[in-house]
């Protein structure tokens, strides 16, 4: 998990700087397909290894997990300003993606945490209380 969220950090600063110049105002760097891919990659595999799900999952178990699931929120947080960005400005579609499927990942290792320490906590609707 570490050297992943090491990648990430670092794909993450390269989403600083692609967002921080508008596309087609010259040189900058900007996130690729293949960093998208390779999340997406990361995603199915560590899906593959969880037991499929049947109810949605609350934010928590072991503590791992909760900063996970935190991450999580913070990443659909930034993929809606971005969004609210794209409406202003350029925006490299990459870039919009790789915060979407960030968050998939963040979600995705959160219950792989959980896999390692307790069982997700899942959602129990009202009238099942």
């Given at each position: 998990m570490d050297?992943?969220?090491a990648a990430i950090q670092n794909d993450?600063?390269?989403?600083?700087?692609?967002l921080c110049r508008p596309e087609g105002t010259?040189?900058?760097?900007?996130?690729?397909?293949?960093?998208v891919?390779?999340?997406?990659s990361a995603i199915d595999a560590m899906t593959a290894t969880l037991q499929p799900l049947r109810s949605f999952v609350l934010p928590?178990?072991?503590?791992?997990?909760?900063h996970l699931h935190l991450c999580r929120t913070v990443a659909r947080r930034a993929e809606r300003l971005?969004?609210?960005?794209?409406?202003?400005?350029?925006?490299?579609?990459?870039?919009?993606?790789?915060?979407?499927r960030l968050s998939d990942w963040f979600f995705v290792a959160a219950r792989m945490?959980?896999?390692?320490?307790?069982?997700?906590?899942?959602?129990?609707?009202g009238a099942n209380r």
């Open positions: 050297v992943a969220l993450l600063f390269d989403l600083g700087a692609d010259g040189e900058a760097l900007r996130v690729a397909d293949a960093q891919d390779k999340l997406e928590g178990g072991t503590a791992l997990a909760a971005v969004v609210a960005l794209s409406e202003q400005h350029s925006v490299n579609g990459a870039a919009l993606r790789y915060l979407n945490a959980n896999d390692e320490g307790r069982s997700d906590v899942l959602w129990v609707p």
